[in-house]
């Protein structure tokens, strides 16, 4: 569904059941699909590429997300995310965050 626009706010009921879900299940979304993938890619495309630089895992992630233009995701549950898929799809293993070293795991 489209809403018109009547030119006017929305009132503040529209805000709390229409407005506020939609933006809370879109946040959900970017932070537990979106941006762990694109951060893990970020990440190990760096350090496959031999592109990455002596840096905390933090500004790495925030490197990462800085195309995304999001800044107000819940972190850990982001990190925690991309610490997975580090691990299960580009056979990465942070041995260290600060800087952050990263290890090639041999299967």
């Not at 018109?4 to 009132?11: Q, V």
């Not at 299940?25 to 694109?38: G, I, Q």
């Not at 890619?41 to 990455?52: G, H, L, P, V």
């Amino acid at each position: 569904m489209i809403r018109k626009s009547n030119g006017k706010d929305i009132s503040e009921e529209e805000w709390n059941n229409v407005l506020n879900p939609f933006y809370d299940n879109y946040t959900n979304f970017m932070e537990s699909y979106v941006m762990p993938e694109v951060i893990a890619f970020y990440i190990a495309s760096s350090f496959y590429r031999n592109a990455m630089w002596e840096s905390t895992f933090k500004q790495h992630y925030n490197s990462g997300k800085e195309y995304l233009n999001i800044f107000d995701e819940n972190y850990r549950k982001v990190k925690s995310e991309v610490i997975k898929l580090l691990r299960i799809k580009y056979s990465l293993e942070i041995t260290n965050e600060n800087p952050l070293e990263l290890k090639k795991i041999e299967y």
